[in-house]
């Protein structure tokens, strides 16, 4: 079984604080995701990345930033932690084509102060 | 961006039967559904592909309309274990992997 492994299930920190979420799949999966899952907006997609050092923007990347130096980690950064950014966030990776289905991470809990 | 989905919610007694729809303003690739039951991450159900081709899962099917570039999803004779939160994901036409989600339409079925 594929397994996405997020190393925290719950976090909290502060205001302006730089926060890195990391995200590790052990398939030598191709594609891997970040979402942010809010009540009621669903799965908004921040990040996206298709290779190693290769990665393309979501709908919401905003204040956000990644890095995938091996290829099967995802980092998602963000840069100054605000309130807003209080949200689940979820992990994802697929084998290549866009048929591919995704397997997800259990999730981080954030919540900034 | 992302695909609309309706119903928001649905509350069903055991045994109903059940739609739901994701359409898309951007021509459609594929199609994917995944549920999300309470604390737990989104499970794949299935992928549909251009076409218009229906796909199946135990009693859970779906369709992909590709003139409407809409996709539905069909629950037949709901189980208490359906419950849960439907989402449809897609990629669209000259696109590349990244999956966009609607926003999900919350199941409930009731004994």
């Known amino acids: 079984d594929v397994k996405v492994t997020q190393s925290s299930r719950y976090l909290v920190k502060r205001t302006g604080e730089k926060v890195f979420l990391e995200c590790v799949q052990d398939?030598?999966?191709?594609?891997m995701f970040w979402y942010r899952q809010d009540p009621g907006l669903g799965l908004r997609l921040i990040y996206f990345?298709?290779?190693?050092?290769?990665?393309e923007k979501g709908d919401i990347p905003e204040g956000y930033s990644v890095s995938r130096e091996k290829k099967e980690r995802f980092s998602l950064i963000l840069e100054s932690a605000s309130t807003n950014q209080t949200s689940m966030y979820l992990c994802?990776?697929?084998?290549?084509?866009?048929?591919?289905?995704?397997?997800f991470g259990n999730g981080t809990r954030l919540t900034v102060t | 961006q992302q695909p609309v989905q309706s119903p928001q919610a649905v509350i069903l007694r055991e045994g109903e039967d059940a739609v739901i729809n994701c359409s898309s303003s951007k021509a459609l690739y594929s199609v994917h559904w995944y549920r999300q039951k309470h604390g737990e991450a989104p499970v794949f159900l299935m992928i549909l592909l251009k076409g218009g081709e229906q796909k199946g899962h135990e009693k859970i099917s779906a369709s992909f309309n590709e003139k409407k570039q809409q996709s539905s999803l069909y629950l037949t004779a709901s189980q208490l274990s359906y419950s849960g939160t439907y989402f449809c994901?897609?990629?669209?036409?000259?696109?590349?992997?990244?999956?966009?989600f609607g926003k999900g339409t919350k199941l409930t079925v009731n004994p």
């Open positions: 994802a990776s697929s084998y290549g084509p866009r048929n591919s289905p995704l397997h």
């Open positions: 990345s298709y290779d190693v050092k290769m990665k």
């Open positions: 398939m030598d999966h191709e594609n």
């Open positions: 994901g897609r990629n669209t036409q000259g696109g590349s992997e990244k999956l966009v």
